[in-house]
């Protein structure tokens, strides 16, 4: 039974930073592509960055510079270290994985795709 679970989230003031966790279980931490994605009231689902099981990352262009995805594969766990928030950065913030091709092309971003998925944790930035 794989499991991805969130946590992490809260709230912020415009200018600081949240670390989000997603553990992993279930499945074998080889040859995939974990996500972050992110989504606002009103507004699809994004992907905001993706890393691969060679450590490779791909950042959605509102993100890059500020967020950092990173992984620990011996607890695994995914991480998404947040910084330099603004309120644009508000949305529930999930964590998801799929095969390794995914991160190799910009299926990285569709989250349509991906079939596993934790149940999301919310940031708030004001």
């Known amino acids: 039974h794989v499991q991805l679970v969130e946590s992490g989230g809260g709230s912020a003031q415009a200018g600081g930073s949240l670390r989000l966790s997603c553990a992993i279980s279930?499945?074998?931490?080889?040859?995939?592509?974990m996500g972050w994605f992110r989504q606002a009231p009103g507004k699809e689902r994004e992907g905001a960055a993706a890393?691969?099981?060679?450590?490779?990352?791909r950042y959605a262009d509102s993100v890059a510079g500020r967020f950092t995805i990173s992984q620990d594969k011996a607890k695994n766990t995914l991480y998404l270290q947040m910084n330099n928030l603004t309120p644009d950065d508000t949305a529930m913030y999930y964590c998801?994985?799929?095969?390794?091709?995914?991160?190799?092309?910009?299926?990285?971003?569709?989250?349509?795709?991906?079939?596993?998925w934790g149940q999301g944790t919310q940031v708030t930035v004001s």
């Open positions: 998801a994985r799929g095969p390794s091709a995914y991160c190799e092309s910009e299926h990285w971003r569709k989250s349509a795709l991906f079939p596993y």
């Open positions: 890393i691969d099981s060679d450590g490779s990352t």
């Open positions: 279930g499945i074998g931490y080889d040859g995939y592509c």
